[in-house]
């Protein structure tokens, strides 16, 4: 059975869909405004491991994650840089793709960004304002915190620690300090019509209208960073819960630990970055970056350091070894065989182990671990393996690789 820890409840779970055989699974795509590094993709390979056990487990899975194109940082730097909005996202959106292939994320039926998305997030807005759970402001449309009463669930804000009454030193001009704007009025490129005035979106509408557009009004799971809980899936909650009235918007919310780097978050601010593309031309394969990614839970810190590197390398390699000496003997298995029960019987200890782990909370670590063991374990009776042993031992190690996502020539 598997269970997930779920941020809404603070325990772990078990996870049962809402139907049966299916399960919808909305994820917080990036934000454009630059180029996303390998620590970004740590959340990704997660949730793709995640989705790819799902499939494993025979459920029919619709993903969906949305492109925050449109945004106040995006539309700052590309007027800094004299560019379209479209003009300057356009190379990062390509090269995020080009990244989530390469390491062979399995993308989204829906990749949606926020900028094709304008209508479902105007309905989304107009909903609210009839429902009074939106006011219009002099510089844009804002959410009424104070009329949603489960507002904090998430992110654990008590409702006697947020503060009473409109802040003083405000810039905007909300009602109260934690009003969150939908809709920002704007004469400036980029803008769309709006039946309060040209604007553009605010950022956590977007998730909102773009799960709902694509999954209905509730789903199983919403996955993001940790940095996503609060406000961002607060907000997100807020504003589905108050538009539709029902509840849970998403039944299970999962939240990655990002990737530091020499115990710094990995940041293009502090400029510690490392790229995918560029730590594949530098040699480390789509699947040893996998390995390094999944060789600590989701919850669990990892460092981006030699030696963290390293250990993934060194899995990488050992699993790529076994796997290659079980090929070549299935091409031309000399061995008299260690009978096909034996194989079959390390195999579905090792298939137990690995489920077990995963369903554990996603834990990598010892998936990944049971995945090596048995790879190893079959490399060392190799020599004495038929041919068809070798290839049965190959098909159960593919198995295991489907779920961690590892690439397979
Ligand atoms: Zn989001």
Same mark, same amino acid.
């Given at each position: 059975?598997?269970?997930?820890?779920?941020?809404?409840?603070?325990?772990?779970e078990? !996870?049962?869909?809402?139907?049966? #055989?299916?399960?919808?699974? &909305?994820?917080?795509g990036?934000?454009?405004?630059?180029?996303?590094?390998?620590g970004?993709?740590?959340? &990704?390979v997660f949730? #793709?491991?995640?989705?790819?056990y799902?499939? &494993?487990?025979?459920?029919? @899975?619709?993903?969906?994650?949305?492109?925050?194109?449109?945004? #106040?940082?995006t539309?700052?730097?590309?007027?800094?840089?004299g560019?379209?909005?479209?003009?300057?996202?356009?190379?990062?959106?390509?090269?995020?793709?080009?990244?989530?292939?390469?390491?062979?994320?399995?993308?989204?039926?829906? @990749?949606?960004?926020?900028?094709k998305?304008?209508?479902?997030?105007?309905? %989304?807005?107009?909903?609210l304002?009839?429902?009074?759970?939106?006011?219009?402001?002099?510089d844009?449309?804002? !959410?009424? @915190?104070?009329?949603?009463?489960?507002?904090?669930?998430?992110?654990?804000?008590?409702?006697?620690?947020?503060?009473?009454?409109?802040?003083r030193? +405000?810039?905007? +001009?909300?009602?109260?300090?934690r009003?969150?704007?939908?809709?920002?009025? =704007?004469?400036?490129?980029?803008?769309?019509?709006s039946?309060?005035?040209?604007?553009?979106?605010?950022w956590? /509408?977007?998730?909102?209208?773009?799960?709902?557009?694509?999954?209905?009004?509730?789903? #199983?799971?919403?996955?993001?960073?940790?940095?996503?809980?609060?406000?961002h899936?607060?907000?997100? /909650?807020?504003?589905?819960?108050?538009?539709?009235?029902?509840?849970?918007?998403?039944?299970?919310?999962?939240?990655?630990?990002?990737?530091?780097?020499?115990?710094?978050?990995?940041?293009?601010?502090?400029?510690?970055?490392?790229?995918?593309?560029?730590?594949i031309?530098?040699?480390?394969?789509?699947?040893c970056?996998?390995?390094?990614?999944?060789?600590?839970? &989701?919850?669990?810190?990892?460092d981006?350091?030699?030696?963290?590197?390293?250990?993934?390398m060194?899995?990488?390699?050992?699993?790529g070894?076994?796997?290659?000496?079980?090929?070549e003997?299935?091409?031309?298995?000399?061995?008299?065989?260690?009978?096909?029960?034996?194989?079959?019987?390390? %195999?579905?200890?090792?298939?137990?182990? !690995?489920?077990?782990a995963?369903?554990?909370?996603?834990?990598?670590?010892?998936?990944?671990?049971?995945?090596?063991?048995?790879?190893?374990?079959?490399?060392?009776?190799?020599?004495?393996? =038929?041919?068809?042993?070798?290839?049965?031992?190959?098909?159960?190690?593919?198995?295991?690789?489907?779920?961690?996502?590892?690439?397979?020539?």
């Amino acid at each position: 059975m598997l269970k997930l820890f779920n941020t809404l409840s603070r325990k772990k779970e078990e !996870f049962a869909p809402r139907e049966p #055989d299916r399960v919808s699974l &909305y994820t917080c795509g990036p934000s454009v405004y630059n180029y996303s590094h390998i620590g970004n993709f740590r959340t &990704y390979v997660f949730w #793709d491991v995640l989705k790819r056990y799902l499939k &494993y487990k025979r459920y029919r @899975v619709r993903h969906v994650m949305n492109i925050t194109d449109v945004e #106040d940082k995006t539309v700052r730097m590309a007027r800094k840089e004299g560019k379209e909005l479209q003009e300057f996202v356009k190379p990062k959106i390509a090269r995020f793709l080009l990244d989530m292939a390469a390491l062979n994320i399995q993308r989204p039926q829906v @990749v949606a960004p926020v900028s094709k998305n304008i209508p479902a997030i105007i309905s %989304l807005i107009s909903k609210l304002v009839a429902k009074k759970y939106a006011y219009v402001a002099s510089d844009g449309v804002y !959410f009424r @915190v104070r009329k949603f009463r489960g507002y904090g669930k998430l992110g654990e804000i008590r409702r006697n620690a947020i503060k009473e009454g409109r802040n003083r030193f +405000d810039d905007y +001009d909300r009602r109260y300090v934690r009003d969150f704007c939908l809709w920002k009025f =704007s004469d400036k490129e980029p803008n769309w019509k709006s039946p309060w005035g040209r604007g553009r979106p605010g950022w956590h /509408i977007e998730c909102s209208a773009i799960a709902m557009k694509y999954l209905g009004e509730r789903m #199983d799971l919403h996955c993001g960073g940790t940095d996503n809980i609060f406000p961002h899936h607060e907000n997100e /909650i807020a504003q589905s819960e108050a538009a539709s009235g029902k509840m849970p918007f998403a039944k299970y919310w999962l939240h990655a630990r990002h990737l530091t780097i020499r115990k710094r978050k990995m940041s293009k601010r502090t400029g510690n970055v490392a790229y995918v593309h560029e730590l594949i031309l530098e040699g480390y394969t789509p699947n040893c970056l996998r390995f390094f990614l999944l060789s600590r839970g &989701y919850r669990s810190k990892l460092d981006y350091n030699e030696k963290t590197l390293g250990e993934g390398m060194g899995f990488c390699r050992a699993f790529g070894k076994c796997v290659k000496k079980l090929k070549e003997i299935r091409g031309s298995g000399k061995g008299n065989g260690i009978g096909k029960g034996m194989v079959l019987r390390i %195999l579905a200890i090792a298939i137990g182990r !690995f489920e077990r782990a995963i369903e554990s909370d996603l834990n990598t670590r010892r998936a990944l671990l049971a995945a090596l063991e048995v790879a190893n374990e079959c490399g060392r009776l190799s020599h004495k393996m =038929s041919s068809k042993e070798a290839g049965i031992a190959l098909g159960g190690l593919r198995k295991m690789g489907f779920v961690l996502g590892l690439k397979w020539d």
